[in-house]
């Protein structure tokens, strides 16, 4: 009897609402675990040694939102910092935003940002989630820390930012279109970091109106890392931004690698980088916020095209992208990176189409 053929790249079976929001718990294989006892190196004894939270309650979100309205309207360029006992879950984070978005559930939006910043001291490595994510994104397995990861570390601090009740722009329905991220120097898997997040820069936009979430890493006392997330929210708005330049579309660079993107890097990435965004994970959450298919998260394209570079990057540097069209799952992606000066400009491509998924430069 012929054997059916199998098809490893259909997107997961759909999950359930819960599944959806908290995603679902994957240990590591032992394979995966092995990796960690490498000749060069022992990371075993740099547990981590800071604690999680597993819920946010909404007593403890309605508390932190009141103090974030409290300190609307303080002299322009003076933040008030509110010091959190440890990083937020962000599980919880998305499941407050989602049912903060249906019907009845809306709530008021301030106009302005809000005039806080929010922090979370002594953040450490699981050496064992960094071997996965290393894993999903491509990079070395390293005792230095991909400047990506800084990222995933300390994003769901901007979340809890982000979900405030007032928070000018809604966190469903936002697109990321571009992240920068600034090395001052290398981070080590050992090394505690103090986070803090803050948005600026509220301004209009054709389709809406775009804000800057600013995320710091520092090592005692010494900012180490920064990253800049832009995001639009999408708005009917009178007279927007100025207009995008809808000039013809240059042809694709020379492909330097090509890489399958499969439905598994949607739930993969989410597994490391605890943002379960449903778009990303699952044809219905897809489909709830309009696309055909699951999509890849922008973060991770950005840290594969940071790991196909990583044995060329030098200490300190700046990595900008620019999000363009979604990657969608399953897909073949083209990666090209030419050298510039001191750096490098890469984009990512799709094979056939020659759709751009995104730009970005090292320098």
Known sequence: M???KQRPEEPAEELSLHDLIEGRTQDLTSARAAALTTPTQDLSALA???????????????RQDRQLHDRRGETPGRRERVELERMPAAGGL???ALLGALPGGGRRRGRELPAVELGVAGVTVDPAHLADYDRVCGFRLADRL???????LGFPLSLRLMTAADFPIPLTGVVHVANRITVHRPVRV??????RTYAENLRPHERGRQLDVVLVGSVGGEEVWRGVSTYLGKERVAGGGPRRDRSERPAPPAASARWRVTPRVGTDYARVSGDHNPIHTSKLGARLFGFPRPIAHGMWSKARCLAALDARLPDAYTVDVAFKLPVPLPSTVA?????????????????????????????
Request: glycine content about 12%; cysteine-free; hydrophobic content about 30%.
């Open 2 to 4: 012929a054997r059916r």
């Open 48 to 62: 981590p040694t800071s604690p999680v939270d597993h819920e946010v309650d909404g007593t403890s979100g309605d």
């Open 94 to 96: 998305y499941r407050r």
């Open 146 to 152: 991909p400047a990506t990861y800084l990222h995933v």
């Open 190 to 195: 050992g090394e505690s970091v103090d986070f």
């Open 335 to 363: 990666f090209s990176a030419v050298t510039s000066g001191d750096g490098w400009d890469f984009a990512l491509h799709g094979d056939r189409d020659g759709r751009p998924h995104l730009v970005g430069t090292v320098r």
